[in-house]
Antibody, heavy 113, light 112 residues
Framework: QVQLQESGPGLVKPSGTLSLTCAVSGGSISSYNYWSWVRQPPGKGLEWIGEISRSGSAKYNASLKSRVTISIDKSRNQFSLNLTSVAAADTAVYYC??????WGKGTTVTVSS | DVVMTQSPLSLPVTLGQPASISCRSSQSLVNSDGNTYLNWLQQRPGQSPRRLIYQVSNRDSGVPDRFSGSGSGTDFTLKISRVEAEDVGVYYCLQGTHWPKTFGQGTKVEIK
């Protein structure tokens, strides 16, 4: 069974860049069509950030499109999220998922100086 | 964007009794391939989401058969035939037909 593990800094300064990686284990990242990032602000619901196909084609939520990049690294069996110009509103638990039957445990990112 | 509207947002239920959650989409979720990409997710307190149902009515592996999904087009329902204590949490519908993918607001299920 595929497992996902998010990693990255838990604290990012305002106007900085949030960078997270999702490591895929128990299977090849190329075996699944799409990989997604989802976030959940404290006490709120789920928000789709974007997704990337195994061929490297990415789609993003328009509300974040100018700030977000999702990439895939097949050699390392992982995919990544970069979110630039962060603000307090980007504070959330960030999840990676394989659209949608396997989810990571989530990683909390706080934007604060 | 497709708006997913769930009701109710809070659902107090007696153990052993049935529960039903509605999810309505602002556009049809029937894809050009003929499939309807409507999922139901469960998020227990302190845990990551877990998919229960995909393509309207298909239960994921390991999901108890007391969970069932139904509906078509723009109107969908998740039913729990007999609520158990482990069912406490927030339930989300998620549409995967249109970009951006969108979630419902979530329905909090609690025991009376």
């Amino acid at each position: 069974q595929v497992q996902l593990q998010e990693s990255g800094p838990g604290l990012v300064k305002p106007s900085g860049t949030l960078s997270l990686t999702c490591a895929v284990s128990g299977g090849s990242i190329s075996s699944y069509n799409y990989w997604s990032w989802v976030r959940q602000p404290p006490g709120k619901g789920l928000e789709w950030i974007g997704e990337i196909s195994r061929s490297g084609s990415a789609k993003y939520n328009a509300s974040l499109k100018s700030r977000v990049t999702i990439s895939i690294d097949k050699s390392r069996n992982q995919f990544s999220l970069n979110l630039t110009s962060v603000a307090a509103a980007d504070t959330a638990v960030y999840y990676c998922a394989n659209t949608w039957d396997v989810w990571g445990k989530g990683t909390t990112v706080t934007v604060s100086s | 964007d497709v708006v997913m509207t769930q009701s109710p947002l809070s659902l107090p239920v007696t153990l052993g009794q049935p529960a039903s959650i509605s999810c309505r989409s602002s556009q049809s979720l029937v894809n050009s391939d003929g499939n309807t990409y409507l999922n139901w997710l469960q998020q227990r307190p302190g845990q990551s989401p877990r998919r229960l149902i995909y393509q309207v009515s298909n239960r994921d592996s390991g999901v108890p058969d007391r969970f069932s999904g139904s509906g078509s087009g723009t109107d969908f329902t998740l039913k729990i035939s007999r609520v158990e204590a482990e069912d406490v949490g927030v339930y989300y519908c998620l549409q995967g037909t249109h970009w951006p993918k969108t979630f419902g607001q979530g329905t909090k299920v609690e025991i009376k």
